[in-house]
């Protein structure tokens, strides 16, 4: 257990909806990390968080955003679903301040979504 | 900008076999380097890292990882492969200084890895 949470485990919905995932990171660290795992892209960074203001982005399309909270949690928003957004989407957590030495992520179980 | 290949996207060994999972890296500056493990459905857990220092690194469950900086290449081995080896590994890197791509991971396509009785 890496000590990092993702809500829902499983989502399921249909093209043009919207849906909200979930991450809250291990106790103490300040950033957190989307990504998308698919079998066409592989596993891409989406967006970074870091004591709730963006702090990297990377392949994240225009429909999707997220934020982290004042308690750190963080929140990845996917809209106008295509059929093309089903994957795997992980959080990942770090201590990541601006002196750390080396970047060491700990990752949730994931969200698998589902777009039919 | 950073990109990650590993060689071969299955590999398969037989149990107590060594295992070797390749993998190279283009960065302009040599950047940090880590090997990720995934079991079926399960997150990614971090086998082992390089930052700075000695460029032989040892991980979790029998694995390590050389930094050779001339061959741009960071592979994993396993002296003797167990059953429970048997996962997704996957090479990663990420820029050793600050600015925007700070804390992003570059990850390669993977290996699967089917260790056989």
């Known amino acids: 257990d890496s000590g990092v949470t993702q809500t829902p485990k499983h989502l399921i919905t249909a093209t043009g909806q919207r849906v909200t995932l979930r991450c809250s990171p291990r106790?103490?660290?300040?950033?957190v990390y989307w990504y998308q795992q698919s079998l066409d892209q592989g596993l891409q960074f989406l967006i970074q968080?870091?004591?709730?203001?963006?702090?990297a982005k990377g392949n994240i399309l225009e429909r999707f955003s997220a934020q982290q909270f004042p308690d750190l949690h963080s929140e990845l928003n996917l809209s106008s679903l295509e059929l093309g957004d089903s994957a795997l989407y992980f959080c990942?957590?770090?201590?990541?301040?601006?002196?750390?030495?080396?970047?060491?992520?700990?990752f949730g179980p994931g969200t698998r979504l589902t777009v039919l | 900008a950073q990109s990650v290949t590993q060689l071969g996207s299955h590999v398969s060994v037989s149990e107590g076999a060594l295992v070797l999972l390749r993998c190279n890296y283009s960065?302009?500056?040599?950047?940090?380097l880590f090997w990720y493990v995934q079991y079926p459905n399960q997150g990614l857990q971090l086998l082992l890292k390089?930052?700075?220092?000695?460029?032989l690194v040892k991980g979790i469950n029998g694995f390590e990882a050389e930094f050779k900086k001339s061959e741009t290449s960071f592979h994993l081995t396993k002296p003797s492969a167990h059953m429970s080896d048997a996962a997704e590994y996957f090479c990663?890197?990420?820029?050793?200084?600050?600015?925007?791509?700070?804390?992003?991971?570059?990850f390669g396509q993977g290996t699967i890895l089917t260790v056989h009785p």
């Open positions: 990942a957590s770090s201590v990541a301040t601006t002196l750390d030495l080396y970047n060491e992520q700990f």
């Open positions: 106790s103490g660290d300040l950033s």
């Open positions: 968080y870091y004591n709730g203001e963006e702090r």
């Open positions: 960065s302009s500056v040599p950047p940090y």
């Open positions: 390089y930052t700075t220092g000695a460029t």
């Open positions: 990663a890197v990420s820029p050793n200084a600050g600015g925007t791509s700070y804390g992003k991971l570059t």
